[in-house]
């Protein structure tokens, strides 16, 4: 079994990263659940010392990951908090950060609350105003961290325009590719340097596994991360690497329908008497929905947001869903619905939260795969 070189994205999820297991043939990569290798002899050993710095299952998973994004390695992580916590390593006392001021909540509560008491500054800013990103940059400025589209109201950011603002300032350009997946964005392609998901997300895929990952594009940071995820330790186990792993094969055909329910949700939503706003950048009324074509152009995912009336009205609605169920997380093949003011964002300031358009009567629905027949009859019954 050889993956051909000008392999297409959907066989290169499938294969890449793994071989046939060379001791019995076992086409899926087995769960190497071992903390230690035996060596033959001193200093002479298989590439494999120990757990925390080496592991089977783990290189296959992130051999299929710096695929599927384009990059030349990959990291697996614990979290995806510990994998944005493994690029934020990167950065010394006295450097400063532009950020997406409307990233994911503990994303911005990793920044704001634990490392600006190691000395490092974060400018949070709307990162979809190129022009904006120009004024926030300072000599001192050694990365920029976008999440685009952002979580949950579906901002996007100019990847492209933003990789070349950081460039000129000698800055590195770090991308939240957790909403879209490498299926639906390419963000190294766009020129970012590194590339971070969640893997707890779409890259698994069914909501039984929690994870992160860093693709970087170039030799110095592959060097670091690799220092970093063995110094820090936060390294995805075996088990869930080889969910991940499993999780990548299916990921094109996922995304496709998780994309075909996010849209036809988000037009069922725009026509709904009840509901005073859709955001979906795939509808033509989303402000960046021509960066959407183009950025995106496979379609924008299973991400969207509406807006009722206030919050008892949200409150009522979300109380009613009896198909899609209230939790938190997103990306899994089942819809799941949530009130980020007081479930996901809590922990941003609700002066921060009306600054970024993330009101109390919103509501985020990750669109799963079921019949898109049964994902609107259960709207429509919780709107009535
Ligand atoms: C966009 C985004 N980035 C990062 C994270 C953090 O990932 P994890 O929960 O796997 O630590 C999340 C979690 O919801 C997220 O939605």
């Known amino acids: 079994m050889k993956l051909p070189d000008n392999a297409r994205f959907t066989t290169v999820c499938i294969h890449a990263g793994q071989e046939p297991d060379p001791s019995t043939g076992a086409i899926i990569t087995p769960i190497?659940?071992?903390?230690?290798y035996v060596q033959e002899a001193l200093g002479?050993?298989?590439?494999?010392?120990?757990?925390?710095?080496?592991?089977?299952?783990?290189?296959?998973?992130?051999?299929?990951?710096?695929?599927?994004?384009?990059?030349?390695?990959?990291?697996?992580?614990?979290?995806?908090m510990s994998a944005t916590g493994a690029i934020a390593a990167r950065l010394s006392q006295g450097d400063h950060v532009v950020v997406t001021d409307n990233t994911y909540g503990g994303t911005f509560r990793l920044f704001d609350k634990v490392l600006t008491r190691y000395g490092i500054q974060f400018s949070f800013v709307d990162t979809s105003s190129l022009e904006l990103v120009e004024q926030?940059?300072?000599?001192?400025?050694?990365?920029?961290?976008v999440e685009t589209p952002t979580n949950p109201v579906l901002r996007l950011t100019d990847i492209a325009g933003v990789a070349d603002i950081a460039h000129r300032h000698g800055a590195?350009?770090?991308?939240?590719?957790?909403?879209?997946?490498p299926c639906l964005q390419r963000p190294l392609a766009l020129g970012a340097d590194m590339v971070m998901h969640s893997?707890?997300?779409?890259?698994?895929?069914h909501s039984d596994s929690l994870g992160g990952c860093v693709v970087a594009a170039h030799d110095e940071d592959v060097e670091w991360l690799k220092f970093i995820q063995n110094s820090a330790g936060a390294v995805l186990s075996p088990f869930d690497s080889w969910l991940v792993l499993r999780g990548t094969k299916t990921l094109p055909l996922r995304m496709a329908q998780h994309t075909a329910n996010g849209q036809a949700l988000a037009e069922f939503l725009e026509r709904h008497p009840k509901v005073t706003r859709a955001i979906y950048p795939g509808l033509p009324s989303h402000p960046q929905h021509a960066l959407a074509k183009k950025q995106m152009p496979q379609g924008?995912?299973?991400m969207l947001a509406f807006e009722v009336e206030n919050f008892e009205k949200?409150?009522?609605v979300l109380n009613r869903f009896r198909l899609m169920a209230l939790a938190e997380s997103l990306g899994g093949v089942e819809t799941l619905v949530c009130h980020p003011a007081t479930m996901t964002h809590a922990s941003v300031p609700?002066?921060?939260?009306a600054k970024i358009g993330l009101s109390d009567s919103l509501i985020r629905i990750s669109a799963g795969i079921e019949d898109i027949e049964d994902l609107k009859a259960d709207l429509d019954q919780a709107l009535a």
């Not at 926030?136 to 961290?145: E, Q, R």
């Not at 893997?199 to 895929?205: M, S, V």
């Not at 609700?350 to 939260?353: C, H």
């Open 32 to 36: 190497f659940q071992t903390s230690t």
């Open 44 to 80: 002479h050993h298989k590439g494999f010392e120990y757990a925390r710095t080496q592991n089977p299952t783990r290189s296959a998973l992130e051999g299929n990951l710096a695929a599927i994004e384009g990059g030349k390695a990959a990291f697996a992580f614990a979290s995806g």
């Open 136 to 145: 926030a940059m300072t000599p001192k400025t050694k990365l920029v961290f």
């Open 172 to 181: 590195r350009l770090a991308v939240d590719n957790t909403f879209a997946s």
């Open 199 to 205: 893997t707890t997300k779409y890259l698994n895929g």
């Open 300 to 302: 924008c995912g299973g």
């Open 314 to 316: 949200a409150r009522a």
């Open 350 to 353: 609700a002066e921060r939260r």
